[in-house]
């Protein structure tokens, strides 16, 4: 069976590998979609069509922007357990990290390491100056997430079609926040 190239670089966390999404992923992330509570806040329940090109439009943006979502597996049993990282498409609200995790990954703490793993890497490789969090307002698990990166609430956008049907709260911080942060921790 052919494999195509990586597009990407893989990251390592303490706990988790992070590499660009291949066809190899889908399942996991057909799995995820399709889990209402999961998949409430990133886009609602998809049937795997419209996941295949979800997929295909994240391994697309490597190849054209050179940065897109990574896949997330936990590095002691090798599974697929999400998917995260910088995403701009045309017309977003600006250069967002975002996370969406299977519901089994909930609570580990995986969002917030693999997050802070790819914001340095935005940082450093992207030379982005400040990175955004796009959380629907009722989504309580992703404020906790963003305050714990240190992002907090700068105000509230809209997304581009077809995802323009509510407001959402953009989080986020600078560089330089991010950064004396970190010096500080």
Same mark, same amino acid.
């Given at each position: 069976?052919?494999?195509?190239p990586?597009l ?5 966390t303490?706990?988790l590998?992070?590499?660009?999404p ?6 996991g992330?057909?799995?995820m ?22 997929v ?11 940065f ?9 049993? *090798? #599974? ?10 045309? =017309? +977003?609200?600006?250069?967002?990290? @975002? $996370? ?6 909930? *609570? #580990? ?5 693999g997050?802070a793993?790819?914001? =340095? +890497?935005?940082?450093?490789?992207? @030379? $982005? ?6 959380i ?29 049907d ?6 986020g911080?600078s ?7 970190k010096?500080?921790?």
């Amino acid at each position: 069976m052919y494999t195509p190239p990586t597009l990407g670089p893989t990251l390592e966390t303490p706990r988790l590998i992070l590499k660009p999404p291949t066809l190899q992923d889908l399942d996991g992330f057909v799995a995820m979609m399709a889990d209402e509570e999961t998949a409430r806040y990133i886009g609602g329940l998809q049937p795997r069509s419209n996941v295949w090109r979800a997929v295909c439009t994240m391994a697309g943006s490597w190849a054209l922007q050179g940065f897109s979502m990574f896949s997330m597996f936990e590095k002691s049993t *090798g #599974k697929w357990v999400g998917r995260l990282g910088p995403w701009m498409p045309a =017309d +977003w609200p600006g250069t967002e990290v @975002g $996370w969406g995790l299977s519901r089994d990954a909930w *609570g #580990k703490g995986y969002a917030t390491e693999g997050a802070a793993a790819t914001i =340095d +890497w935005a940082f450093e490789h992207l @030379g $982005w100056t400040e990175v955004i969090h796009s959380i629907s307002p009722p989504n309580e698990p992703s404020k906790q997430v963003a305050r714990r990166l240190g992002s907090r609430f700068l105000r509230m956008g809209m997304l581009p079609a077809p995802y323009n049907d509510h407001e959402v709260e953009i989080w986020g911080q600078s560089r330089e926040e991010w950064r004396t942060r970190k010096r500080q921790a």
